[in-house]
């Protein structure tokens, strides 16, 4: 089974000059103390805001795979013409939500590829499969190649090997059951996956520190 899945990451300087012979009047030195504190106040302000924007972000950002949705679109294409299969996504369908976004793309009748988008940064969060089968050996294969395709697009510095690690850390080759569940984690990326014969299989990938692990 692992064969047939080798389809299946300031420096400010202020120098005030004066007459060396003359000291600087008082009215002089207390207004340059005073722009040096306005200006101290100034650095420390804007530093606290670029904590709390940055503190924002994260709120904003609780995972990411660390690139966009076009991007995640040529790398599946790429693993696809990899492995000599039509299958393609082009022309994504993003729906806007109230905290995140969301596409979603149709690959075959049976197998629907979809992922979630942050609205901070516009790149994914994740991504995941959903397939049922149709009773048809066909179905089972389109839904299993697809699951190495994400993992192939994902992260496409993986061997055959490593690839085959992941399906075997979900659970594939020690279930024979049509319903279980598995999860792995490998190179940064969180793997889970759902197989129920009522639901069908689920499949997803995020980021290892995913807030919603």
Sequence with gaps: MLIVLVIIIALIGSCFGGDEDQPAPVEEKLTEEIDVNQDEMTDESEADLDDEMNEEQERNIPGTLGYGVDEFAERYNAAASEVDVTWRISNVDVTEGEVQNVFQHRITDNVYVMGTINKADDSLRDVSLIGAGDGTEQSGHDILFNIGL????????????????????????????????????????????????????????????????
């Design 150 to 213: 994400l993992i192939m697009a994902t992260n496409p510095e993986l061997d055959a090997d490593e690839r085959g690690s992941i399906m075997d850390g979900l659970g594939f080759l020690d279930n024979a059951s049509t319903d279980f569940e598995g999860e792995t984690t490998y190179e940064g990326l969180h793997y889970s996956i759902s197989v129920s014969e009522m639901i069908g299989v689920m499949f997803y990938i995020q980021d290892e520190h995913d807030q919603g692990l």
